[in-house]
């Protein structure tokens, strides 16, 4: 037997290990360029004290203890930890009822598939002015709203104000996402065994129960990854939070990104930031994992 | 066929080299200015300026045939953002039109980035052609990197037509005075105080002009370039006039910290509001938009009877050279023409609405009655650089965000003192005052 007649796949045709490595190595480069330099790179910062231009110093961990000692950070992660929560509660729970409602058959389900997912095509940039107007205390439509119809106490400074500054941008995000979720859901939902649905229809089940006992658990792989990607995509939201707050009022809705870009960017604290986005990175790996985790348990029991 | 298709794309070719090498003995013929400012097409308060460059620029390169200008406009905080990175990359223009503060341009200029202008200044007669301010505030630790520019003013525009109905005078000689004036205007249906505490700039101006109106001016310059505590009589007084006492009182637009520049204009020129607590960066907003009543520009009163005026003044931005200019005598020239030439200097007053730092009398000069308005209160007062203009950048994060923590109670103006006096001395230990900076 030949060395080429060894290496024949199935089909015939020659490869090697060194072939395959040949095709993904393109793949790899890319990665490592683009994805893991950039964190290994930020660690390296994150151990020099560096105001962006110049020679770095190094100081070890010396950002890293900065960082457990300073009570901001801990604020940041706090609101992110409450925006990610909202957009579940907001986005996702609400893109999932939408999908089962969709799901249905229904006239204009397309046309109301597209109206729901509209919101998800508009940049961040526009959905951001398009809310502060709406939340104008002067001159926005949800203040001008609650004094039609009585509510005149509630028409606060929305953006300006330290308890519902946060909700509001909250809402404002909610809105683009729950159209994606929809979608989501929907492609998950048209791949449910249609007959679990009948028996448990002839076993005399009510809606909540099917929703709760042959929905959810038919489509738990899709939920798993969608509330996994709304908490990584939550905990590194910055460009909503920056155009309709700045982290304000005061540092109300400061989160992690954008406490990170001042530190780096307006404080000249690049080491430290990158401390800070390093913890943000474990974290948001962590929870990760932490929920794919209990998914898997979950199912073999 | 292939004969025919081959003569074409041949054609085609030898045209194509003969544009291109056109193209390359003119723009080796040329020397490229790469200028980076601010201002934008998009920006309506940089409308004026906008056409003022434009001019200068083109008046520029005529006077210099072989020079092209290559202007890259973009916001404030792009450039922030994109310069350090772009110097350090060896990208980055050969002129910047940036902020002067010692945070932003600290750093740069500890790293070699920029030129130093010291030698130019005096070269160039600029030391006699333009206000002292202009050098004062590019200039750390002896070495003057920059031209100061858009001399700016923060006194206090009011409607005209609303103070006279109100019966009110025009220029309150002390705080209890504009407190008063604001009940009246209050009591008539006005907003006293057109200010909005959302964006940051407003927070960080208005502190200022009421820190400046409550503190001597010798203890503030004590404090700001010498080191001295900011834990003087006066200070927690000027925060809680302002945020606590004036906003219970309703002097401000409803809401203020969910207010932000645009609803404060509107509220001005919609008559709503009594006076814009802003600066003289808006008066192209007048120009412009405000057709049916007059303005008028008073200066911030002092607190108590005897102490001076004292208006909060900026050098808005300035112009700082790269070190690795690709042509640092036309550089040179192109600030020598644009800061320091009578003809520049008519441009940006005529037709920018800006205040440039050339100070000598210019023949035939038509001012904007608004301008002009603004330097005749100015006239003969003290002015004094606004705290943005000097402070460590953590006391300007604070600045910027600490009138709404206080509006919304967040911290109380005690606190604001010892937050202030904390940060201060941080920014201090870190060479980032005017004080300690050093190479």
Redesign the interface.
């Known amino acids: 037997m030949t060395r080429a007649s060894a290496l024949k796949g199935r089909s015939g045709t020659v490869g090697s290990p060194l072939m395959g490595l040949l095709f993904v190595l393109p793949a790899i480069g890319a990665f490592a360029l683009f994805g893991l330099w950039p964190i290994v790179h930020s660690f390296i910062i994150s151990l020099h004290e560096w ?5 770095m110093t190094f100081v070890g961990l010396k950002n890293y203890a900065r960082m457990m000692r300073e009570s901001l950070v801990g604020l940041a992660f706090l609101n992110n930890t409450i925006y990610s929560l909202g957009i579940i509660l907001m986005a996702v729970i609400p893109g999932l009822i939408l999908s089962i409602l969709l799901v249905a058959s229904m006239r204009g389900r397309l046309l109301f598939q597209t109206i729901f997912f509209f919101p998800r095509l508009l940049t961040q940039v526009v959905v951001a002015l398009v809310w502060s107007w709406l ?5 926005g439509l949800v203040n001008k709203l609650l004094i039609a119809i009585g509510l005149e106490r509630f028409a ?7 308890t519902w500054a946060l909700p509001a941008v909250i809402l404002a995000a909610a809105w683009t996402y729950y159209g994606f979720c929809m979608v989501i859901f929907m492609a998950a939902l048209q791949n449910t065994d249609p007959f679990l649905y009948d028996a448990a229809l002839i076993d005399g089940a009510n809606g909540i129960q099917i929703f709760l006992h042959v929905t959810v658990p038919q489509i738990r792989h899709v939920l798993t990854m969608v509330i996994v990607f709304t908490l990584i995509d939550s905990f590194k939201v910055f460009d909503i939070i920056y155009l309709m707050t ?7 809705t400061q989160i992690m990104a954008t406490y990170i870009y ?1 530190e780096a ?4 604290y690049f080491g430290y930031a990158a401390a800070v986005s390093i913890l943000l990175t474990v974290v948001v790996l962590a929870i990760s994992v932490i929920i794919v985790r209990l998914r898997e348990r979950g199912a073999e029991t | 066929m292939y004969k025919r298709l081959l003569l074409v794309v041949v054609a085609i070719l030898a045209v194509s080299a003969l544009v291109f090498a056109g193209g390359q003995k003119t723009k080796e013929a040329q020397v490229v200015l790469k200028v980076w400012d601010q201002f934008l097409e998009t920006d309506d308060a940089q409308a004026g300026s906008l056409k003022a460059i434009e001019m200068m620029g083109a008046n520029f390169m005529a006077k210099y045939p072989g020079v092209k200008v290559e202007r890259t406009p973009m916001a404030v905080e792009e450039m ?2 994109a310069f ?2 772009a ?2 990359a060896g990208k980055g223009p050969d002129i910047a039109y940036s902020e002067m503060g010692v ?1 932003f341009v ?3 200029l ?4 920029l030129m130093d202008l010291t030698p130019h200044w005096k070269e160039r007669g600029w030391n006699d052609k333009l206000y002292s301010m202009a050098k004062d505030i590019p200039t750390l630790a002896g070495v003057t990197f920059g031209i100061g520019h858009e001399l700016e003013f923060v006194p206090i525009y009011y409607n005209r037509n609303i103070l006279a109905k109100v019966g009110l005078p025009t220029q309150p000689k002390t705080m209890a005075e504009l407190e008063a004036g604001a009940d009246k205007l209050l009591a008539a249906g006005y907003i006293p105080l057109g200010w909005g ?2 964006d ?1 700039w407003y927070q960080s101006n208005f502190t200022t002009s009421m820190i400046w109106a409550f503190v001597d001016k010798d203890k503030i310059d004590a404090a700001m370039y010498r080191g001295a505590s900011w834990k003087i009589p006066g200070v927690q007084e000027a925060i809680d006039t302002a945020f606590v006492k004036w906003a219970k009182k309703n002097f401000y ?7 932000a520049a645009n ?1 404060v204009d ?2 001005f020129v919609q008559q709503k509001a009594a006076t814009h607590v802003t600066g003289s960066w808006d008066i192209n907003l007048y120009v412009t938009q405000v057709k049916d009543f007059d303005v008028g520009a008073m200066l911030f009163p002092p607190a108590r009877s005897g102490k001076p005026f004292n208006t909060v003044s900026f050098c808005g931005s300035g112009y700082i050279v790269n070190s690795a200019a690709s042509n640092p005598k036309v550089a040179i020239d192109y600030l020598d023409y644009v800061m320091a030439s009578e003809e520049a200097a008519k441009i940006w007053i005529e037709v920018g609405n800006k205040l440039p730092p050339y100070k000598n009398k210019i023949p035939g000069l038509q001012v904007n009655e608004y301008l002009q308005d603004t330097l005749d209160v100015l006239a003969g007062q003290e002015v004094t650089p606004g705290l943005s203009m000097t402070c460590p ?2 006391v ?2 604070f600045l910027q ?2 009138a ?2 206080v ?2 109670n ?2 109380t103006p005690a606190q604001w003192v010892e937050e202030f006096e904390r940060l201060w001395a941080k920014g201090r230990a870190e060479g980032m005052t005017r004080d300690t900076f050093k190479f």
């Open positions: 105001p962006g231009i110049g020679p939340f104008n205390p002067v001159f606060i400074g929305w953006l300006g104000d330290p700045r982290g304000g009022p005061g540092d109300k001042r960017f307006r404080h000249n | 922030t953002n350090k990175p110097l350090a945070g600290g750093p740069i500890k790293a070699g980035y505490g959302k940051w637009i409803p809401n203020p910290t969910a207010i609803e509107m509220m950048p953590e300007m994060s965000k600490s709404a923590m509006l919304t967040q911290i």
